[in-house]
């Protein structure tokens, strides 16, 4: 058992396919505990576990649950931030639970984003003149999460998004259809534009052609 994260870092995904990671996202538990209105509070890779299946499916769920809570009726809900998974609105004063759903569906897109194109978000982003100004000033840790931060901060992420998307070869039609959809509808940097139906998100990470 492993976190996302971890299984980046020691390569565990090499044997399984693009789509199958995709898959992962819109699997088990982690889609569950959100489509139920359980808030997390703090999605990102390292508190993603991912569990391999017999038939060598991939079953993510969700760990670190100290920050989570199912009580609608609570005055604020106060969520810690974790760069750069936590939503361009985050604040330290608290949210309303519809917010803090918002706040989890956000985390949940940035997380399923960088787990497949961590590998490419630097090299796409220098390469691209719409994003070379944003290359240029972030700082270039390995991980490219300067460069998300100020990507999610300039209103760029979606355009990104959507340009990895596009240039990906192990994926084709509806798939690539799919998964834009799903990045636009979780990174929306207005949250009111965001997807809080967990049923929609799933189906577009579970089905292609």
């Known amino acids: 058992m492993l976190s996302h994260r971890d299984c980046i870092v020691h390569n565990a995904f090499l044997p399984l396919s693009f789509d199958a990671t995709s898959q992962a996202c819109g699997q088990g538990a982690l889609a569950d505990y959100i489509s139920i209105g359980i808030i997390h509070g703090d999605i990102k890779p390292a508190n993603i576990?991912?569990?391999?299946?017999?038939?060598?499916?991939?079953?993510?769920?969700?760990?670190?649950?100290?920050?989570?809570?199912?009580?609608?009726?609570?005055?604020?809900?106060?969520?810690?931030?974790?760069?750069?998974?936590?939503?361009?609105?985050?604040?330290?004063?608290?949210?309303?639970?519809?917010?803090?759903?918002?706040?989890?569906?956000?985390?949940?897109?940035?997380?399923?984003?960088?787990?497949?194109?961590?590998d490419?978000?630097?090299?796409?982003?220098?390469?691209?003149?719409?994003?070379?100004?944003?290359?240029?000033?972030?700082?270039?840790?390995?991980?490219?999460?300067?460069?998300?931060?100020?990507?999610?901060?300039?209103?760029?992420?979606?355009?990104?998004?959507?340009?990895?998307?596009?240039?990906?070869?192990?994926?084709?039609g509806q798939r690539k259809v799919n998964l834009s959809r799903f990045l636009e509808l979780t990174l929306a940097h207005n949250s009111q534009e965001r997807e809080l139906d967990m049923t929609e998100l799933v189906e577009l990470l579970r089905h292609g052609e």
């Open 49 to 118: 576990l991912v569990f391999k299946e017999a038939d060598e499916t991939l079953i993510a769920k969700l760990a670190n649950c100290g920050y989570s809570i199912y009580v609608k009726e609570c005055e604020f809900i106060h969520l810690p931030k974790s760069r750069p998974f936590s939503a361009p609105e985050y604040h330290h004063r608290g949210f309303q639970f519809d917010d803090a759903r918002k706040q989890d569906i956000f985390s949940l897109g940035m997380s399923c984003f960088w787990i497949l194109f961590h």
């Open 120 to 172: 490419d978000l630097l090299e796409t982003a220098g390469d691209t003149n719409e994003f070379i100004g944003t290359f240029i000033h972030a700082t270039q840790d390995p991980w490219g999460h300067d460069l998300l931060e100020t990507l999610k901060q300039d209103q760029k992420l979606v355009n990104l998004a959507r340009r990895l998307v596009d240039q990906e070869s192990r994926l084709s």
